[in-house]
């Protein structure tokens, strides 16, 4: 560890441990059995965010439990079990907290009390999220939104003009959570994002994407067209982001982009997902090792295979040591100085992509098939390189961290 981490501990309180098993429990009863059927529909799975309320499970309430918890463990935790039951169902199961985490991170708690709830619903009215930052022409590149909110003196309202994409629960969703730039001289610095109350007029869902992976989650383009929000759908105060661009304005610093925000709270998260996918391939392949026979022998008595599944442990378990790290740092208030969280992203995202694509390896024909589940959680696992920032990206950002450079 680094000097940054004294008193961080990987000893689970009881509490997280509780909550860890019984979220796994709903993932290997619920999730996993449904996952083939979720991903070959390319639809969210409702009756099973259904069940997940009804158990309390899909609620803001437990979200903001084990955000909040002490340790910061508690929600990488609870997303390496859903994961391992299945990113795709997964996904649809944590996606609106992405947007829940825009209004905590940069809201008034007016603003959290009333939009949070209403991203989640409640039992027999279940409801999702949507944080809209990337648009066709501004993926990686944050800075380059071109969606324009115009406040509207007269009537007190924000106007946002234009088309967002690849947003998981695009279009679906009750509330959506959207990035736009005020003033759009000052690029990055110039942004704010807007909450977008259930059933406004001008926003409207578009092209639905077909995807390679993770196909349970919803994931769109939005189109917002003369969208009308109430001033205090701005997230934050007016007063507060007139202060933030004066300072910018003046060449002092005027704080991180709203987006980037969100993006660094999560990075952890994202990559306690991948951990869930790359456990669940490790664990399988194991057993499949164990039992499938060539030459006479089980497969995993060779050392080829057996050295494989050595390497693909290993790798699995560092991936949530630098998961854990960066979750309890953002906990405790600690800089990331040497990027930690990108570098938890980073490195659980290639080993989930690694490790699957090993599984289906081991699994040999079989793994190739649908059959079996290795093929489906490798082309799962791909989407860990790419959104939230794309591997480049987290390599940039730690790059940076480590040269002092900057590097492009
Ligand atoms: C399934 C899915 C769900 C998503 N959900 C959301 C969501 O809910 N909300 C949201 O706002 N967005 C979401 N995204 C968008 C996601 O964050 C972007 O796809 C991602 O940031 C990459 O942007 P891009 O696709 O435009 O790729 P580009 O930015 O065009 O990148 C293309 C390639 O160029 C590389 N590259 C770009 N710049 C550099 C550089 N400077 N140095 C080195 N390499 C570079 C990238 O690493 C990548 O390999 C989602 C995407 C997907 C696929």
């Avoid at 967002?164 to 110039?190: E, F, M």
């Avoid at 040497?338 to 289906?360: D, N, P, Y």
């Amino acid at each position: 560890m680094t000097e940054a981490t004294p008193g961080f501990s990987l000893e689970l309180s009881s509490d997280v441990r509780e909550m860890r098993d019984w979220v796994h429990e709903f993932a290997a009863s619920v999730i996993r059995p449904a996952a083939a059927e979720w991903d070959e529909r390319e639809e969210t799975p409702w009756p099973i965010l259904e069940e997940a309320a009804k158990i309390g499970l899909y609620s803001l309430d437990f979200y903001a439990a084990q955000f909040f918890e002490e340790s910061g463990l508690g929600f990488p935790v609870a997303l390496e079990e859903l994961f391992w039951g299945d990113a795709g169902i997964g996904l649809s199961l944590v996606g609106s907290t992405l947007a829940a985490v825009a209004v905590v991170a940069n809201g008034t708690p007016e603003q959290v009390g009333e939009w949070c709830p209403q991203m989640f619903g409640s039992p027999g009215e279940v409801k999702l999220g949507a944080f809209c930052s990337s648009e066709p022409d501004a993926g990686s590149d944050v800075g380059a939104i071109k969606t324009r909110a115009v406040y509207d003196q007269a009537k007190g309202e924000w106007v946002i003009n234009g088309v967002k994409t690849w947003a998981t629960n695009g279009g679906i969703a009750n509330v959506h959570v959207v990035v736009a730039s005020v003033d759009p001289v000052l690029g990055s610095r110039g942004q704010a994002s807007f909450i977008v109350p259930p059933g406004t007029p001008g926003l409207a869902m578009g092209q639905k994407f077909r995807k390679h992976g993770i196909r349970a989650s919803h994931t769109a383009e939005v189109v917002l067209d003369n969208v009308r929000v109430p001033g205090h759908c701005l997230v934050g105060d007016r007063e507060r982001l007139e202060a933030r661009l004066a300072r910018v304005r003046e060449g002092k610093s005027g704080g991180g982009q709203a987006a980037m925000k969100t993006f660094e709270a999560s990075r952890p998260s994202v990559a306690a997902m991948a951990v869930g996918v790359g456990r669940a391939a490790v664990e399988y392949a194991a057993q499949y090792a164990r039992t499938r026979v060539q030459f006479g022998r089980p497969i995993g008595q060779n050392q080829g295979v057996a050295f494989q599944l050595a390497d693909m442990t290993a790798a699995v378990d560092a991936a949530r040591l630098l998961t854990w790290r960066a979750a309890w740092m953002a906990r405790k208030g600690v800089t990331f100085e040497r990027a930690e969280g990108s570098m938890s992203k980073l490195f659980a995202a290639e080993t989930a992509v690694r490790v699957t694509e090993q599984a289906i390896q081991i699994l040999g024909g079989n793994g190739y098939t649908r059959e079996y589940p290795v093929e489906r959680w490798h082309r799962d696992a791909k989407i860990f390189t790419i959104f939230e920032g794309t591997s480049e990206i987290q390599r940039m950002i730690v790059g940076r961290a480590v040269t002092g450079l900057d590097v492009r």
